[in-house]
C-alpha cells in the first residue's frame, strides 16, 4: 500500500523539527527517489536528498528516459515533467529555475 501525500506529511509532522537534508533523506526512504534529478559526468542524483541513483558511464540507467534533468530545459524534460507526480516535485527545487541551491558540476 503506497503512503498518501496526508499520510507522508503526519509522519514527518509528527518525528518533529529537523533539518532539510534530514527530512529530505526520509521522505526519499519513504516514498522513493525522485525522477527530478541533477547530473554530473553521467552520474544521476536524486533532486531531493542528492543520493546517487543512476550511472550512465559504467553501468546501464534505462530510467534515465523518463528523469527531469535540472537545469536541463529540453523538449524531453519539459514531456517528462508533466508525467511527474506530488512524489517526485515534493521538497524538490523547480527544475525549470536558475537556482543559487543547486551546485554545478564542476569536474
Known sequence: MELTKKELMKKLKALGK?????????VCSLIGHS?????????????????????G????????EEVVIIDHK???CKKNYKKCTWRDKLYV?????KSKELEKCSG
Open 74 to 76: 529540453c523538449i524531453v
Open 18 to 26: 529537523m533539518d532539510k537534508q534530514t527530512r529530505n533523506d526520509i
Open 35 to 55: 525522477r527530478i534529478q541533477s547530473m554530473c559526468f553521467g552520474y544521476y542524483y536524486c533532486g531531493r536528498c542528492g543520493t546517487q541513483v543512476g550511472d
Open 57 to 64: 558511464l559504467a553501468s546501464v540507467y534505462p530510467e534515465a
Open 93 to 97: 527545487i523547480d527544475p525549470f529555475k
